[in-house]
């Protein structure tokens, strides 16, 4: 694990370059988690105040995780700190109360992959779906208006590639919320693109 960045030995010593290296890699990530706690208002803030735990706990870094594992975690104790301090509330380990059918082994197995394909879609992949500008703008806007827990847990799984564990470690909730929230963001992205193939609307 100490050797999954190249400059770790750099970073460890609070090497500015390095460290600038380190921001310009998860920034964009940690925002993503900071969010997904303590809202978008307070986002930036929480990811700057993080930044500069980060800096100042890289000598003490041990390796016993990816560095990318130990940020997110630091980022989710801040933001969860700076929670219990403005006295807000977030149903953050808060189950749906009803699964629809529609997510349950219709479209996705267990491990996310495909059990049947969409029947409208007419383009042949999806990065030709992406090509499609309109489109694009409109899974986008579909994306920011998930729920803050819901879209970060997407972003982190499918945009980001991290595993359900890591997931769960960071938003602090269990590998079943995860898996039930997934799937409503993946649905809720199907169900727009389904529609924007046959109406032409988002």
Not at 24 to 47: C, F, H, M, P, W
Not at 73 to 101: C, F, G, H, Q, W
Not at 167 to 181: A, G, H, K, Q, T
């Amino acid at each position: 694990m100490m050797q999954d960045i190249p400059d770790l030995e750099n970073l460890k010593k609070q090497d500015h370059q390095a460290f600038q290296r380190l921001v310009e890699k998860y920034n964009r990530q940690i925002v993503v988690v900071a969010r997904a706690i303590i809202g978008d208002s307070l986002a930036e803030e929480v990811t700057q105040e993080a930044w500069v735990s980060v800096y100042r706990a890289l000598p003490s870094f041990e390796g016993r995780s990816s560095i990318k594992t130990w940020i997110f975690t630091i980022v989710s104790n801040e933001a969860k700190t700076r929670l219990r301090k403005e006295s807000r509330l977030v149903r953050i380990n808060e189950m749906e109360e009803v699964i629809p059918a529609y997510l349950n082994g219709e479209r996705f197995n267990n491990d996310g992959s495909w059990s049947s394909p969409p029947p409208l879609w007419d383009i042949e992949s999806p990065e030709k779906i992406l090509e499609n500008e309109q489109l694009r703008q409109c899974i986008e806007k579909t994306i920011e208006l998930l729920p803050d827990v819901q879209k970060s847990v997407f972003l982190l799984r499918d945009i980001e590639q991290q595993s359900l564990e890591e997931i769960c470690n960071i938003l602090d909730i269990s590998n079943s919320n995860v898996r039930v929230l997934l799937h409503r963001a993946r649905v809720r992205l199907m169900q727009i693109i389904d529609q924007y193939q046959e109406t032409g609307q988002c």
